[in-house]
């Protein structure tokens, strides 16, 4: 599938900002099922961007600008050919062991009412791949997906005990509930037309971590693994370490987020 995408995200300030620092997770590499076609960053500002790769081996874009600055966008646009997979990741830079995606975290704690769901719906399941499908459809059986933005800082926890969840935190729910069944999980971001068209944020699913098979993909907005409707930018503990966007900035004021993806098949 040839999946387009256009991501725009536009920082308002109310008062110019002296200087910004951000570090942009955007960009998709190429791997055995996804083959990067065209892929481009632009700032409507003067600024310096430079390459490199975060601690869990992601690929990002060192923003640097110089003030004053009253906004700034940040519009990304390209084309990405993906493949169907079974949602086994392969050919994918991995510089941790998968023991580090057993970490609990501010936002994905050990929680006992997730791990007690998770014996539930594990139970009698063949093997670790069985049970981890059996917990993927569990899960999006549960909740109703909400679409809008993910409320700031709420936790695994906290999102468990709604009725309806976004898909940060239905992946978040799925890492805690993976590491309570002593299983690797880690968050994924990235882009798929699973919620429609146009969305205010990318896509976020979990992976885990399957002896002699590696990492797989789940992602419980549908119940299933992710195949050629997805594309994969970067993944860490928790959503926070694969944000599309994060930094510093020099100077005094609020900041206004206004973020739109469109992802669709193009022709």
């Not at 880690?186 to 969305?199: A, D, H, K, N, T």
């Not at 993909?217 to 992710?226: E, K």
Request: proline content about 6%.
């Amino acid at each position: 599938m040839r999946l387009s995408i256009d991501h725009r995200t536009v920082y308002r300030f109310t008062a110019p900002q002296s200087r910004l620092v951000q570090m942009l997770r955007m960009t998709p590499e190429n791997s055995h099922d996804q083959t990067v076609a065209r892929w481009r960053i632009d700032v409507d500002c003067d600024a310096t961007m430079r390459r490199g790769r975060d601690g869990f081996g992601n690929a990002v874009t060192m923003l640097y600008a110089e003030g004053p600055i009253a906004d700034i966008e940040i519009a990304v646009r390209g084309e990405v050919l993906t493949s169907h997979s079974d949602g086994v990741v392969r050919g994918v830079r991995e510089v941790l062991p998968p023991a580090v995606f057993l970490r609990a975290t501010e936002a994905t704690p050990r929680d006992p009412a997730i791990a007690a769901f998770a014996a539930e719906v594990t139970a009698g399941a063949e093997g670790p791949v069985g049970m981890l499908h059996r917990l993927n459809r569990a899960l999006h059986e549960r909740f109703a997906l909400d679409r809008a933005r993910p409320a700031p800082g709420l936790s695994a926890a906290e999102a468990f005990a709604r009725p309806a969840a976004t898909s940060r935190d239905l992946a978040h729910i799925f890492a805690v509930a993976a590491r309570s069944l002593d299983i690797p999980a880690r968050y994924v971001s990235g882009y798929s037309i699973v919620e429609g068209s146009l969305r205010p944020t990318p896509h976020g699913w979990a992976e885990a971590h399957v002896e002699r098979l590696g990492w797989v993909g789940f992602d419980p907005c549908t119940g299933r693994s992710p195949q050629e409707e997805s594309v994969r930018v970067a993944a860490a503990l928790d959503a926070s370490g694969a944000a599309p966007v994060a930094g510093s900035r020099l100077g005094e004021g609020e900041e206004e987020l206004d973020v739109a993806v469109k992802v669709s098949a193009a022709q």
